[in-house]
């Protein structure tokens, strides 16, 4: 099976796939943000959430329920701040994947990926990795919100974690953001073998 790729653009395939794997899954995710509520541990993600209250109509009180899900809409995602990181990351991880995705079939397949076409694909690599971190950066401008300061504390608001302490999958996210960026962005350049003119 013949190659569109160089020897650095097989590196660049394989990290491509990697950052955008770690980004994606760290996105999904919900441990971005960890803390506690009656005595029972609490995550969120940008749109979905580990551990929330419920009303017990048997008991006449509130009790936590310990499972994880999706907020029941967009709206009710608990503040615009995280509603925006949530369209801004997602459209990040997907440029991140679709870019990927195409560098690995250009290991497969011919032609598929020239000098030209992996400068693009770098390109929109450095604008995935922009986009999923402006949605980190944006992120903490939520935590001053009610949902939040239930479970961190009322010290908690922007930028000021509280009681909480920031996940794994905020790392992961972000991480693989970085290295999309910066090194898979610069190997993109070289990973394209040079086009063959023919004389035709």
């Known amino acids: 099976m013949a190659s569109s790729l160089t020897c650095t653009g097989m590196v660049w395939a394989l990290l491509s796939f990697l950052c955008a794997a770690t980004s994606c899954i760290g996105f999904f995710m919900p441990y971005w943000l960890l803390g506690s509520q009656m005595g029972k541990p609490v995550s969120f993600g940008t749109f979905r959430r580990c551990s929330y209250p419920i009303r017990d109509e048997a008991r006449g009180g509130t009790v936590m329920l310990e499972q994880c899900g999706r907020y029941a809409s967009f709206q009710g995602i608990p503040s615009l701040e995280w509603r925006i990181c ?20 250009g290991c497969c397949v011919t032609d598929l990926i020239s000098r030209t ?31 939040v300061r239930q479970t961190c504390g009322n010290s908690s608001d922007q930028f000021e974690l509280g009681s909480c302490e920031i996940g794994w999958a905020y790392y992961c996210t972000g991480a693989g953001a970085v290295v999309a960026m910066l090194l898979c962005t610069w190997m993109a350049c070289f990973a394209g073998k040079k086009q063959k003119h023919y004389p035709y």
């Open 117 to 147: 076409i992996g400068r693009v694909a770098g390109g929109i690599q450095f604008v995935g990795g922009l986009l999923i971190g402006s949605g980190c950066a944006l992120y903490p401008l939520g935590w001053d919100s009610e949902e």
């Open 86 to 105: 949530t369209v801004v990351t997602g459209t990040g991880c997907g440029l991140l994947l679709l870019v990927a995705l195409t560098a690995i079939m």
